[in-house]
């Protein structure tokens, strides 16, 4: 049926709005190929360059500005400079393969038919410059896996990857931009705050690592906390009550979800468990869609106690019993704590797994004071490991 006019409407701006999409996303696939494409023939003449020694160190300045004179606009020094970072960080892009995915309507110039492209990369690999240690190898990150950053990605994504030393460190947010769609304003956001330390201090830092070489991301249910949180973005001063922090977080429900992970959804805010003809209330209530399980968070603006983890455990038994669906896993608990005591919490909580501690931030610290937090915070974790909570 060809339906009414404002059916009409809607059918025609529904393909308006996906071709816009769609020419936007191969716009900017293009872009980072030609990106990377300058950035490669750079690098191969630095390296292999019969008159590179004339230039020295302004070659960049200079093939700019000659650039420049030619007509070709947006090519300055700084942009070639981040264009030969982005071909230093991905040397194993097949960049005809990619190209060819792009412009398959592309004819040859000057080239034989197995290169019929009218852009290709240089013929010469790019050598990567040795590095000071031994780097651990991520069988995943293999050509096939550029290419799907640079087409789902955009460059300025690229950019702050390639501005990573560590190669776990950038697989572990390649991974978490890919799956989790982050956009580059919530990857640098996640990458101020140390997201990758974070989570390897909340959890076994060993199975973040391997987690990372493997090439998914972490499904354990440990794995759901960060520590800290860093919500900087509620706008609260550092001494608040648990109501103020409480409201403040539902009024930034969107940022705080970010904080939390993509996979969380929102359930409910002080949600009633009525027992013994008595109420009472856990402030928040999630579910966490990939392990299909309710995610219990109870806020303390003070530090956590033992008796924090006692009432924790009682919403969780009420939850398995009251609220869990056919399907679902067991419920978990977050508490979220102005503070804590590393063996406090070990011992407090030694036999519940699903019960977990973290801290959260109201400000945003500096990088030196959260590298500075998180190393304390590991060697007290590290103190407390190996003991048994039943000897002194």
Known sequence: MAGSFATLVRHIGAVDHAALRATG??????????????GAWIVVYEQDGE????????LLDRLASVLKEDGHHGLSARNLRNYRQVALAFPALEAASLAASLLPEATAIG???????PIHGPSMPIRQAPAGSPQPAIPWRDSPWHQRLF??????????FARMDDPLERAFYELHCVKEGWTTRELIRQRSTMLYQRVGLSTDRDAVL????EGRVD??????VRDPYVLEFLGLPSMVDEASLEGAILDHLQAFLMELGREFCFVARQYRVTLGNRHHHLDLLFFHRRLRCLVAIDLKSGEFTPQ??????????YLAAEATLEGESPPIGILLCAAKDEEVVQFATAIDDDVLVSRYLLEL???????????EAREAAEATVGRDPGRD
């Open 25 to 38: 996303r191969r716009a900017q696939q293009i872009l980072c190929l030609r990106n990377w494409l300058i």
């Open 51 to 58: 008159d590179r020694a004339a230039y020295g160190t302004a």
């Open 111 to 117: 080239q034989a038919p197995a290169n019929s492209l």
């Open 151 to 160: 087409t789902e990605l955009t460059f300025t994504h690229l950019l702050e």
């Open 210 to 213: 391997a987690v990372a070489r």
């Open 219 to 224: 499904d354990r249910p440990q794995a759901l």
């Open 308 to 317: 924090d983890a006692g009432q924790m455990r009682f919403y969780l038994n």
């Open 365 to 375: 610290p500096t990088r030196e004071r959260l590298v500075q937090w998180l190393h």
